[in-house]
């Protein structure tokens, strides 16, 4: 069953068309990942998604109701939820406060919102440092601050704009581990990443962006050999190289 139908999503900005009759679905407990080269427009269709951007044309269609064009904090809190490529926690406030303002959005009760807290400080690895300032964080502790956040407002879809950027190997398979736990738990998730080591092992399908457009849709071992693909992140010189064997890295 599809939590998230995106069906021909248009966005321009004057002349650019940032996303081109965009249609793809997210099925109920799968992750899904969202990849392709600077400028593809995945951060664009994540801010229509999430109410940011009302889409030029096109529908979206969230647990079967239409969300489009909805303000983000209805969106939310329907249960789809995201985080941002650039993290900006409040950076006054420890890490426990900047969590529950994310618990607040579905736990009037406010016992209950420092209990939702407490639990995602501790799914992302956050007890240590519960009591620190948000600013004075490493990345890494930022990227899982930020995940804690949106986790505590209790989604049915979690959005994660490059969540493993700028994070090292030790990090990064940490954060895989947390979205695989979040999975299990029940939560879909739709992920937008350039470090394809970090979503290839773990999504269930890849949709593919170029120029706005999409031009690929299928599982992670398909999409890894997808010509169109190859092309889109290393051009068509070495795209050729590439599949020829002569000379080429690996797709991302």
């Known amino acids: 069953m599809s939590l998230l139908e995106v069906r021909e999503l248009t966005m321009k900005f004057g002349e650019l068309v940032a996303n081109d009759r965009v249609s793809f679905s ?7 990942g969202l990849i392709g080269p600077n400028g593809a427009g995945k951060t664009t269709l994540f801010n229509c998604i999430s109410g940011l951007y009302r889409p030029t044309g096109g529908r979206i269609l969230f647990g079967g109701a239409d969300i489009t064009g909805l303000a ?15 993290v900006r926690p409040l950076k006054e406030m420890t890490v426990f406060d900047n969590v529950l303002v994310g618990a607040f959005l579905k736990c009037p009760d406010s016992g209950e919102a420092f209990e939702r807290a407490s639990e995602c400080i501790r799914i992302c690895n956050l007890e240590s440092v519960r009591e620190r300032p948000a600013g004075d964080l490493p990345i890494g ?17 979690l959005m994660l704009d490059e969540v493993m950027a700028g994070l090292t190997s030790t990090e990064m398979k940490a954060a895989m581990d947390v979205i695989l736990r979040l999975r299990e738990s029940g939560i879909t998730l ?49 795209g050729r190289r590439f599949r020829t064997g002569k000379e080429g890295a690996p797709v991302g």
């Open 26 to 32: 997210v099925e109920e407990g799968s992750i899904v």
């Open 190 to 238: 739709m992920i937008v990443e350039h470090v394809m080591e970090g979503i290839m092992p773990i999504a269930d399908k890849i949709v593919v962006l170029e120029g706005g457009v999409k031009i690929a849709e299928d599982i992670p071992l398909r999409i890894a050999g997808d010509e169109r693909v190859i092309v889109a992140y290393l051009g068509a010189k070495y």
């Open 141 to 157: 502790g930022k990227k899982r601050l930020e995940l804690a956040r949106a986790l505590a407002a209790r989604p049915r879809l």
């Open 72 to 86: 983000p904090y209805r969106i939310a809190r329907m249960g789809a939820v995201r985080t941002f490529q650039v």
